[in-house]
């Protein structure tokens, strides 16, 4: 037994800055406090998860309508891009030999349009759906621009004439045709 009569066990004194020295603590490094076991187990509960992933499924279908809107006004301005670069490649055409070219079927890159016809690729689907057409003397236009078979509703297509025609698919350049639109030239 030691001299002043203290037992085994780990003693702490209160230190000068704290205070007076008061008689010495006895501690067990056995079992952890409820304060340290509370720190050791911290982490997010399932409930916390659950409605982490409530909060994002519903921000992500509050923002579909918005990308989805986006996604076809960006079509749209593309396809306008894509059918002036077209109709100024078949002016250009007319101007230098004096004709249109021959009438040719959807995706058919018409004959002597490789040089001045680069974009739209001919060949490829519109950005609205459906296939670039090339249309000569057909009884109600002399010559125009014909999309078949787009894929984008009749509304959409009213706002795509909107933006560079009078809005209305039954006058106008940008028309109504069959199961597409055309762009008539003359």
């Not at 499924?57 to 059918?83: E, K």
């Not at 002036?84 to 249109?100: D, M």
């Not at 995706?107 to 090339?134: N, S, Y």
């Not at 004439?161 to 109504?176: A, I, K, M, N, V």
Request: charged share 15%.
């Amino acid at each position: 037994m030691p001299e002043n009569g203290s037992h085994s066990f780990d003693i702490k004194s209160v230190s000068p800055s704290q205070g007076p020295a008061g008689p010495p603590v006895a501690t067990s490094t056995m079992n952890p406090s409820r304060s340290q076991r509370r720190t050791a187990k911290r982490g997010f509960t399932l409930v916390e998860i659950m409605l982490v992933c409530v909060i994002i499924g519903m921000l992500a279908a509050l923002s579909y309508p918005l990308i989805a809107r986006n996604r076809a006004n960006a079509a749209g301005a593309r396809f306008i891009n894509d059918l002036r670069n077209a109709v100024h490649a078949f002016e250009l055409h007319a101007l230098q030999t004096g004709y249109y070219p021959e009438d040719t079927g959807p995706g058919i890159m018409p004959p002597g349009m490789e040089e001045v016809l680069k974009r739209p690729a001919w060949d490829h689907d519109t950005p609205i759906g459906g296939q670039w057409d090339w249309a000569v003397d057909t009884g109600d236009f002399y010559a125009g621009v014909v999309i078949t078979n787009p894929t984008f509703t009749p509304t959409m297509l009213q706002v795509v004439d909107q933006r560079f025609d009078d809005g209305d698919l039954s006058t106008g350049s940008f028309q109504s045709y069959g199961s597409g639109v055309v762009y008539i030239i003359e």
